[in-house]
C-alpha cells in the first residue's frame, strides 16, 4: 500500500477520480500477481513435459512452451508513470457502419457510407484527453480516435493517421504496425517522440507496446490511465466484437510475430 499512496501522491490530481474508482481492481491484481505467476510458470512446466513427450525433443518443446505462455498466458503490459510522457500514439479497435457496407479490411466503402468510430473508440478517446489533461503532449492517434477527439473533446492539434492507398490504388487500412510505421514518419524518427505513452484497448495494448517498441519507440503504458475492456457487438470488424474472439486474434498475431523474427534469426542462404 505505501507504494501505491506514493504513486497517487504525484499522480496528476485530474486524474485521481479515475484511479479511486479502480483502486479495488488494482488492489486485487497486485495481491494475485505472486499466486498468478506461480500458476503460469507451473503451466508452461507442465507444457513443457508434454511437448517433449509428443516430439521426443525437450529443447525445442521448452522454445515452443516458452512461446505459448507469451502469447496465450501472459497479458499484462509495461508501464511508466504518466509524468514521464513525452508524447501519446493512440491505436484504434474497431469501428462501425452504419449501414454495415463498409469493407472491414479497408475501412471504406463503395463511396456512399464513411465509417464511425463507435463507442470503444470514444472510450479510447476519453482515455487519451485524460492524459492530455494531465500533461501537455503531442498526440498521434489512429483516425477513429482523433475524430473524437476533434468533435467530442475539441482537440485541435491531434496527428490523425489515415488508412493509406496501395501500389493499385486501393484502400489499405492499416494495421497495428501500418500505425506505428506511419506514426514514425510524421514525426520523423522514433527518438523524436521521446517516451511514448501508448493508448489502446486493454486487450489489444500489450501488441501495442511490442509494436511501438519494434518500430524504435521508447513505449509503454501511462498506468494512472484505466484502459477500457469494453466491446462493440456492432463493430464493423467481426474480430472487435466479442473478447473470446478478438483474444484469439491476438494471440494468433503474437504468435506470428514470434515465428517471423523465429525465421528472421536464421538468416538466408547463399
Not at 506514493?6 to 491484481?29: I, K
Not at 478517446?125 to 476533434?150: F, G, K, M, N
Request: charge should be neutral; include cysteine; proline fraction near 6%.
Amino acid at each position: 500500500m505505501t507504494t501505491r499512496r506514493a504513486l497517487l501522491a504525484g499522480a496528476p490530481t485530474g486524474l485521481l477520480a479515475v484511479q479511486a474508482a479502480f483502486a479495488p481492481s488494482a488492489l486485487g491484481a497486485a495481491l494475485g500477481s505472486a499466486h498468478a505467476g506461480s500458476d503460469i510458470e507451473a503451466l508452461e512446466r507442465l507444457m513443457v513435459r508434454t511437448l517433449d513427450g509428443e516430439l521426443g525433443d525437450q529443447a525445442v518443446a521448452r522454445q515452443l512452451a516458452a512461446h505459448i505462455t507469451e502469447a496465450g498466458f501472459r497479458w499484462e503490459y509495461p508501464t511508466f508513470p504518466l509524468r514521464e510522457a513525452d508524447s501519446v500514439v493512440a491505436y484504434s479497435f474497431g469501428y462501425r457502419s452504419p449501414t454495415g457496407k463498409v469493407d472491414p479490411t479497408t475501412g471504406l466503402s463503395d463511396g456512399a457510407e464513411m465509417p464511425e468510430p463507435g463507442p470503444v473508440n470514444a472510450l479510447l478517446a476519453d482515455a487519451v484527453h485524460a492524459i492530455v489533461r494531465a500533461r501537455a503532449v503531442r498526440v498521434y492517434a489512429q483516425w477513429e480516435i482523433a475524430q473524437v477527439l476533434t468533435e467530442k473533446h475539441g482537440m485541435k492539434d491531434v496527428v490523425s493517421i489515415h488508412p493509406t492507398k496501395g501500389p493499385d490504388g486501393k484502400t489499405i487500412y492499416l494495421s497495428t504496425d501500418g500505425v506505428a510505421k506511419a506514426v514514425v514518419a510524421h514525426a520523423g524518427s522514433a527518438q523524436a517522440l521521446g517516451k511514448v505513452a501508448v493508448v489502446g484497448h486493454r486487450d489489444h495494448v500489450k501488441r501495442c507496446v511490442i509494436v511501438s517498441r519494434d518500430n524504435g519507440m521508447s513505449a509503454s503504458v501511462a498506468r494512472e490511465v484505466p484502459l477500457p475492456v469494453q466491446y462493440d457487438p456492432q463493430s464493423a470488424q467481426p474480430w472487435t466484437r466479442r473478447r473470446d474472439a478478438y483474444l484469439l486474434t491476438d494471440l494468433v498475431a503474437q504468435l506470428s510475430m514470434t515465428r517471423n523474427r523465429v525465421i528472421a534469426e536464421l538468416g538466408t542462404t547463399e
